[in-house]
């Protein structure tokens, strides 16, 4: 990471300005990490983890790139978290081996933090703030009030941020639910109260900007459950996200209607349901549930198994019940599956692929193309055009999103009575001037993606991945030269993986024969065993292409004995 | 491939019956292929190609098993194929290496695989028979008439075949237009006809059983042309399938009404453009189409630019513009760009992120969100219910789609007043038996996956697929021991591509270690190099999991000099 140059920093320094500095959260949906830097004081607002796409094979997710935090340590005041989702908290765990900041956040969203550092326990011992929506708190020169919005997990807030400035308002995760499970509904009154006195900046949730219309209530989904638990001739088996507790408070609620006991299946699962029971954001009678170990001692018509798998994740519950490998769980002709959620883009094939294995077994299965099984829990078009009229920024930022969401966003800000005076659809890195009368992109760190592979924080440029997928689509070969006093000791050896047999078989007699000849060239040349490497590398690759039209990763060693 | 003994194989001759084999079209979409079989008499509907998914990395298609075919050779007396597709001509060509067959088809169809055939030559000469919708041919026992179906492609027939045991109507892929661009609308009277007169069975088009209703006439593209046309500031740049005369008709339509020149760009959509004008299919003057080369003549508010890259298929047109790649057109701020193709399920995240791009570079998007800008094909539940009551088969299969498509519409069959006597959810391989009586699976032909890749036929099992696939997820190693006389001449030689680079610097010297100790062991207890490269293998495996949670793909040399 690499700050540009600027050669106005002193007389910058001198005028009134906030910085606005996204780290992550925007091009596309995940890692959300946003800075907001004001007299030399940075607060954090969020730090999430974000999955990785196809083209990104073996990984197993991408966190935001800390160089710019860990270069202004000292300026950090405040990590500040909205909701309680990996793509929002994910990544504390990896940003506390490296520095450690007050932690604020809502009773359930910190429980949930806290229960990441079990996992993956922080250098030294964090600082945790409760915060409530409704109080304000005072960090450096920002004044902060935490107000209630709805969304797929219990106890979402988004963030007033007031300063000398103006005022900011971060919508964190939202959606406008007027009969939500949990009772409470988002604080609209809060935002028109800041709406009135003037808002400078909003920062907005666009991951559904592109929808119409307002997104339908988690009510909804109290019916389409009462009617597959009528229908349901044996078990049912529901997959959800484990963060989603409203959901699951519901499947819980009309489990106990049906006189059906609940067994919990997955480590995840398990670990949020009982953190919220503990908080009471579930509510449920302790024999509600059953060991997942004893299914077999209930009738099936009694029983609800739930689980994770909505994605298709290889190794999720639906995923193992789909394949037969459940330890548990075998699935039988009757039984009835629910697979209550949306599918991440990426995700599709993978969902249909165990759809059609659950059907193919036997089972009824529920699932997305079925009308109610799911509501979004981010607002569609017109709950952000809501929110826009009611808080009248005089600056626009829509974030949470890749870019067609964040146009779509800035596209209805556009259409609104007051419309905002500017709106910037920002990349991740820019760092944003936000000053009384302008906002403005004026510079922008550097950052890198920093991919994670099994727990493990890899200092990763996009070789590794490049490198499989070279070898994912062509094919590699390692070809190995043993040398001894500048002579062959013996023919080239190759080897080749993931080739097609009938091409190899044409192509390694010739390419054998190539290499040989060119060996014996460089070496009879004087050429060191790194040009030869480099050179034979290069020949061979045209050679290859030339041949059988394949361009495989190659690997030359040149074995000096 | 290998065919189940059958003792009854006499005894079964003497009963009249029929058998349907589907070589492919069932499980997943795509390698629609069906025989049927009467008094030794074999004809073929339909040869197609499958598109792979993301768990085929590499693969370019594709094609159905033919080995019970050339196993039953001199049985099969003809090849009909109901459309232009893809996937149900594109795997003509490799069939046509082995066998040569009759081929019945439309005009149009027939022309469009005369083109394959330039492209990959067959064995011999092909007879080509052109059939006419409300005409019938005969073949040995069968009497086939075609009916005239709507697709999404012109001149696509059903079959109606009738034997001395009853009529089996095949329906194509099918849609209902009471208004298409080509004017020809499905012939619902002959399928009433037969309907009345008693259908044996009828295999049908299962692609949209699970959406509601009726697919959308492509009479509404056109108003949503013309708004997308009136609005456009400059160029206009449509993708869309090479294969969708009807759709391309539109844009031509569309162009000339705004005074604009279409340039094409890409071989396929010139060669489809090419052979449906000269057949009629297509009308347009000639002059309003430019040399792609030459649109720099041309001002921006009189072109249209069209092209292929719907699916965000790496080597589209599309594609290319989105990566600033394309030889002639490169994305200027105004230019409006349509995308008018549902996407395949598995292309998501890749139209996405070339949707993303686009708009990043400041043109207007019009893609699958926006309302009417694509019509699907195929017919939807509506359809499919209205088809199977005119028809009232005694025994009904779906076809073309996968098993949570297939099982969706036998269960519309179920609803409509006169339903089947029995419905079978087949798989690929399957064999039925059909008599006046009775339906049934019967038997059943192994067969394999037969992947294509450039072209190339390859003779594959799952194996390098399965090596692509470690490699992508866990890297490879590759480690080269150098021995002479039972003695190792230097230390041993490792490389690893795909690692995390963290992961390989703590986990080398380890793994280094552990091969000298081995290997050392293992030639002083005299172990042949065989034996040697089998025991380090499994050695290092389970040794390099251990260490770092991995499991990569080893590859042991054993240089001997």
Redesign the interface.
Known sequence: MKTKKNKKTRIDKKIDKIEIIPLGGL?SIGKNMTLIKYKEEIIIIDCGIMFP??EM??IDFIIPDFSYLLENKKKIKALIATHGHEDHIGAIPFLFEQINVPLYATKFTLALIKSKFEEKPPRGKPIYKEVHPRKKIKIGPFSIEFIRVNHSIPDGVALAIETDLGTIIHSGDFKIDFSPVDKEVTDLKRFADYGESGVLLFLSDSTNA?KEGFTKSEAILEKKLFDIFSNAKSRIIVATFSSNINRIQQIFDTAQKFNRKVAISGMSMQKNIRIAKSLSYLNFKDDLIVDINKIEAYPKKKLVILGTGTQGEPLSVLTRISKGTHKHVSLEVKDSIVITASVI??N??MV?NI??SL??MGAD?FYA?EKDIHVSGHGAAKELKLMLSIIKPKFFMPVHG???HL?AHAEIAEKIQEKPSKTIIANNGDILELTKDNFRKKDYVNLSQI?V??Q?????NNK?IN??RT??????M?V?I?VSEGLL??EP?L?T???????KMKALPLISKEVLSQAEKMLKDNLTSQEIETHLKKRLSSFIYKN???RP?I?V?I???
Chains 1, 2 share one sequence.
């Open positions: 091009e796409t196809t094979p073996g592109e883009p990426g599709e094939k249909i759809v059609n059907m193919k299965v193309k890749e870019f067609k146009k991919y592979e099994g493990e924080l890899g200092d990763i590794v490198e499989r070898i994912l689509n062509e094919g590699i390692f190995t043993v000791l013996r050896h080897v993986k993931g080739f097609i047999e009938d091409k059988i039209q394949k990763l690997s060693q074995l000096e004995v």
